[in-house]
């Protein structure tokens, strides 16, 4: 699904006007009528609505949603902020019943007792908001937030900034009805705490501008990706599906190497290769017979040696961060093979930024949160994730609730499977190594990436499912693998 920016969506709006010869407020009905419908089911469980509607477009759809409402026999009220209205606004003001009270606010002594049971919609601000709220819209949020009602926003819980991450007050949405596709902000973390639920109503909006028009960003959906998957060839042997090499483990750390390894098989390759220090040898023999292994080092791995027989290579989880490892890196970049850093790998590059120049093009690095702010600093993730993958030609997998791909040709691909049970450590040497499974069998790195995140989330899901998500460890997620591919190859 394409994640549209305002002007983007502005401009999705009077395409649609055009194209389907209808007003701007017959499309605003469309669109209050989507959340009716939505809204209905809870309706009996509230025994009255308060709707609070700003002076734009977002406060029409609220009037609308009042008007709609009412005609249901609800128990309606709204809270209007005072201004200079929108024209959509000012015409669903006056095809308001006269029944429905409308109440103006002008200061802080209008605001209104919310009562516990009482269900509120939030239709003040919308995607136009660009910057912080202050002055008595401020106040009015700081208000509803303080009595801890259910909270229906519309579009966008207000406050919000849609493209860009803005520190601000705002509406704490227990759900956010976003119409025809997904915001930016529903993907960044800032925000988790105002988007609530979200869901995404269509109300008619034109699939020929959808089609036709690109965008920055998109959330992959599991019909995407599965145009991507190679059948399995009938005569077909190991040789066919790659070589990976995993460069994983240390004293004390082997239990990186063993999952990335595990996971690595899971992704469908051919062989793999362990390159692990000599303390971790039986282990990785014993624990992943399915494994060839290299001794390299005897408490952490020092050299790679020939690799003219692999076809991808995964490098970082438990390898340790010495200065020695500088050079291993350096060694594993001049092989120019398709590649997947992680972890100790990113921590090592985190101390000498002048490594990602030597890294090889469509590099794949897989950092999380601390270890992305280790190697690029503090700022908006997203902007920054773009930024570095066009300037380096690698691709970023910034993970995360929605995992970022961010790729060299600037382009951003959140993956929306996983949960929090795979906050747990472990989940990210596994990643490691499916992606680097999917580069040794000949997918691109952009689509190693997002296979990989999705399928690992996919089997996090259903590893949640089947042990909880308290309890639930990265071997785990190892064993629910083969479900999570058979709903790709169904």
């Known amino acids: ?127 136009g908001l660009n910057q912080a709220v202050e002055g008595i819209t401020l106040q009015l949020i700081q208000h509803i937030n303080a009595f801890h009602a259910t909270v229906v926003s519309i579009d966008i819980a207000s406050g919000v900034c849609m493209d860009v991450f803005i520190e601000s007050p705002a509406i704490q949405a227990t759900h956010t009805l976003s119409f025809e596709q997904y915001k930016l902000a529903f993907f960044r973390p800032e925000y988790a705490m105002y988007n609530g639920s979200v869901h995404v109503l269509p109300i008619g909006l034109s699939g020929t501008y959808a089609q036709q028009t ?20 009938a005569f077909s042997h190991k040789g066919t599906y790659g070589h990976t090499a995993l460069i994983a483990g240390s004293y004390g750390m082997m239990g990186a190497a063993v999952l990335s390894a595990r996971g690595c098989l899971s992704s469908g390759v051919g062989k793999l290769t362990c390159y692990v220090p000599s303390c971790g040898y039986e282990i990785m023999q014993s624990t992943v017979p399915e494994a060839l292994c290299v001794v390299s080092g005897k408490e952490m791995i020092t050299e790679i040696g020939d690799t003219a027989h692999i076809s991808a290579i995964g490098a970082g989880p438990g390898i340790g961060t010495t200065p020695q ?18 972890a100790d790998a990113l921590n090592v590059m985190a101390s000498y930024s002048n490594l990602f120049q030597m890294i090889p093009d469509q590099t794949i690095i897989t950092p999380h949160p601390g270890e992305f702010r280790r190697l690029f600093g503090m700022g908006d993730a997203f902007a920054i994730a773009m930024e570095r993958a066009a300037q380096h ?98």
């Open 214 to 233: 690109d965008s920055t960003f998109e959330c992959m959906e599991m019909g995407e990706i599965k145009k991507w998957i190679k059948p399995r060839q």
């Open 325 to 342: 490892h500088v050079n291993l890196l350096r060694e594993l970049f001049m092989k120019r093979l398709p590649m997947v850093l992680d």
């Open 1 to 127: 699904m394409k994640i549209f920016n305002r002007e983007q969506i502005r401009a999705w709006d009077a395409f649609t006007l055009q194209e389907n010869q209808i007003s701007e407020t017959e499309l605003m009905n469309q669109a209050a009528q989507a959340c009716v419908d939505w809204l209905n089911p809870l309706l009996p469980h509230y025994p009255s609505v308060m709707i609070f509607c700003g002076k734009g477009n977002n406060g029409g759809d609220g009037l609308a949603i009042a008007r709609m409402l009412y005609q249901l026999g609800v128990t309606v009220s709204v809270y209007r902020m005072n201004g200079n209205y929108s024209h959509a606004n000012t015409y669903q003001e006056g095809e308001l019943p006269k029944d429905i009270p409308l109440y103006p606010l002008s200061s802080e002594t209008h605001f209104p007792v919310i009562p516990k049971d009482t269900l509120v919609i939030d239709a003040l601000l919308g995607t």
């Open 393 to 490: 030609r690698m691709v970023v997998v910034l993970k995360g609730k929605f995992t970022l791909v961010a790729t060299p040709e600037g382009k951003g691909y959140f993956i929306p499977t996983g949960n929090p049970g795979m906050a747990k450590g472990g989940m990210g040497d596994v990643l490691t190594g499916i992606i680097s499974g999917l580069l040794a069998q000949g997918y691109n790195s952009t689509q190693s990436s997002i296979i990989g995140a999705y399928i690992h989330g996919l089997a996090g899901d259903l590893a949640a499912e089947q042990y909880a998500q308290p309890s639930m460890q990265a071997s785990d997620v190892v064993k629910c693998m083969s479900d999570a591919w058979k709903q790709f190859l169904t």
